[in-house]
């Protein structure tokens, strides 16, 4: 009991700490590994109950060539400590794409496959996608699918590699190697945010052959239950593949968390006229 | 259908002139500080140009080398209001196998949500459900094969519908109710484009016997009406359909010989949901001929059982494979078969076996992919090969071919053995 409380009362302190920013960091115990990991996904992918906002990737090939994906996204949450969440991403560029929409019912427990549709409107046609490998690029940019919608943490066994003035850096081995390319990915989380600043994934070994950086962090004003309350977000961030040399910058502006979108949004009635918020 | 210009057509535009007129006056008075213009909502305007080539690999007599020769232009306007949505797009291209000037609405309408449980769509809209993956069953809206066959964009293989759609949303079920006042038929093989079995003249026909049919045409009258009761169980999608109308492209005759579009009704269901690490789906109809409900009437289509069961998967990265079996059965046969005239009978029962596969390559940016269907009862086949590159994200290239094969030439595909083409295009978004 005493344990249970002491935990409640730490938790709330640190919800505390790095809504405000203000505690001091040897205030509290370091935290564990599962505990940063935990909570680095939380501010990665989880802040508030929605979120509604606009995605710009610029792809620049080795030659310098450049391609541009554009959609806005909405989010939902649709369980409880961070696992099942809605998506629906409407596209406004490219032309090939445009007005296209793409409905996930994201399912985190393991063994659990997404629920995926696509929305064609020159043919009105929803169409049921098989629930694919996750480890494919997203929209033919160089973050996969897994970089938008977040991995599981169960899915990896995780290892405190080191501790610096400024990061905790994690090395993350797959429990299923079969299943993914990587062979393990060192993640560098920041110890006041606990946003995750930069990601290595090294196969064959020790060699790296993707880098995924936060380049920019913004502190979004949300209201939590009636309070105030800020949500640092990677706003900008890049993914480098260093074996074709290709790379994606993904730009998020026009953020706002807990709008209160409705569970509706994510049916086949809004994915065949997507709703308001997600054309502005 | 093209070129007729039909008064709801004409309808929508005038309305959405009037609407943003009579929105922007309404709020001008309000806020007369600002400026009249800034009340107008914002126009978005895209479209493409495109250059579209193919010929024929062999002879056809009564059909010329190309099979398409277009230079098209698409535009399209989208704006709304607080409370309503509004869409124009429209075609117009130069079409080379006709030899003339072409132009076509493709969608036209306005768009309302006035509360939570009801969405209203009215004008020329592409309209599509059911579950089949190029095999249409409840599906009733105008397809136009004519265009897929000769290697059109695939948004072409679906004609759109002067209709009003009214959707209703409940916590037990949602219904979608379709009304279409006057009959769109498919965009069907008319000969103009495509050569065909031609059943009168018991051998092939083109643009020397050009289908002429008696279409079905009085406003309010010669109606048709689509039904869809549909819900999603732990997203299993479920739903139910009805159709009364009339067959969508010819399906008799009179008794003079001119094709005729007999009256229909359609019942049906279908289901499609996560199996295993693919989606499953299974969709079935009864086809009411009504005119002929016995078959004994040889110049009507008989009524009809339709079934398809398909499975797709992605079975390896950024390569989707799906395949349907899909049954035609035919109700009445023995009557049929008894008061048949001439010409080759049909048998019993079609089966068809469709496989689709698609490729994704290079970012993404090519995609190789193949429609295939065999039929192992009418030993035909139809395989469409495509291949598209996005060169940037305003132009894609892209080549393909239609190759039909059939060992009797009045089956579904061998029929159009002679119209085996390949293509190419190229076309640039703004």
Redesign the interface.
Known sequence: MKTSIFLIGWTLLWGLATNTGLAEEHASPPPTVDEIVHKANHMAFYHGKDAKGKVEMVITDKQGRTRNRVFNMLRKDDGENDSDQKFFSFFQAPADVRKMVFMVHKHTALETEDDRWLYMPSLDLVKRIAAGDKRTSFVGSDFLYEDISGRSPAEDYHELLRTTDTQYVIRNTPKKPDDVEFAYYNAYIDKKTFIPMKMEFFKNGDQCYCIIESTKVEDIQAEENGNNVVYPTVTVSVARNLENGSTTQMIRSNIRYNVGLSDNIFTERYLRRPPRDAMR | MRKTINPCVLLVPVLLMTVIFFDAQVHAEEENEKSFLDHFPPIEI?G?FELRAGCRMQEDLYEKDSSVMESRLQAELFT?TDWA?FKYKGDVWGDGILERGEYDTREAWI?S?PTDFL?I?IGR?????GTGDLVFLNDMFPKDWQSYFIGRD??Y??APSDAAKI?F?TGLA?IDVVYTPKFDSDRYISGEYISYWNGSLKRLAGQDAIVSADKPDRWFQDDEVALRV?R?IN?Y?LALYGYRGFWKRPGGETTSGTAIFPELNVYGASA???IG???G?IEIAYYQSADDESGSNPRINNSEMRYVVGY???FA??V?ASIQYYIEYMLGYSDYKENLSCGPARDHDRHVVTLQLTKLLM???LELSLSSYYSPSDSDAYFRPNMRY?F???I?LEGGANIFLGEEPHTFFGQFENNTNIYAAIRY??
């Not at chain 2, 809209?125 to 459900?129: I, M, N, P």
């Open positions: 895209n493409f709304y949505e768009f949500r969405d769509k809209q592409v309209l599509t459900w695939k948004e293989l679906k959707s949303f949602n549909y999603n997203n999608e499609r949901g996560q690490l693919g989606i789906n797709t998967q992605e990265k950024d989707n970012n993404q940016n996005k940037t994200d305003k894609v978004s703004f």
